[in-house]
């Protein structure tokens, strides 16, 4: 089984940026993708940025040019850095385990764990 926990949210002002990170435990080498999902009140999960183990990357349209996913094998971390924040970014935000295919990403493959908060606000 493999462990996700996700930190470094907070309130950042319309413009600021912000470094989500996703720490994995357990069977790290049986992740073979990583997503980075939000969910804002009363909405679905929303597909953010994914990245597979070979570095490939994946990102919303609202996303794109603004977020940037990465990993550090070593230290078996996920980040998430998000530049040039809006108040439409204010979610919790999640990672999980996702699968690649045919450039098409995946629902989550587990359940959701406590994500981290992220408000964005003047």
């Known amino acids: 089984q493999v462990q996700l926990v996700e930190s470094g949210g907070g309130l950042v002002r319309p413009g600021g940026s912000l470094r989500l990170s996703c720490v994995a435990s357990?069977?790290?080498?049986?992740?073979?993708?990583i997503g980075w999902f939000r969910q804002s009140p009363g909405k679905q999960h929303e597909l953010v940025a994914a990245i597979t183990t070979d570095g490939n990357t994946h990102y919303g349209d609202s996303e794109k040019g603004r977020f940037t996913i990465s990993r550090d094998n070593a230290k078996n971390v996920w980040y998430l850095q998000m530049n040039n924040l809006k108040p439409e970014d204010t979610a919790v935000y999640y990672c999980?385990?996702?699968?690649?295919?045919?450039?098409?990403?995946?629902?989550?493959?587990?359940?959701w764990g406590q994500g981290t908060l992220v408000t964005v606000s003047s």
């Open positions: 999980n385990e996702v699968v690649v295919v045919a450039g098409y990403v995946s629902d989550a493959l587990n359940a």
């Open positions: 357990g069977d790290i080498f049986s992740i073979k993708a």
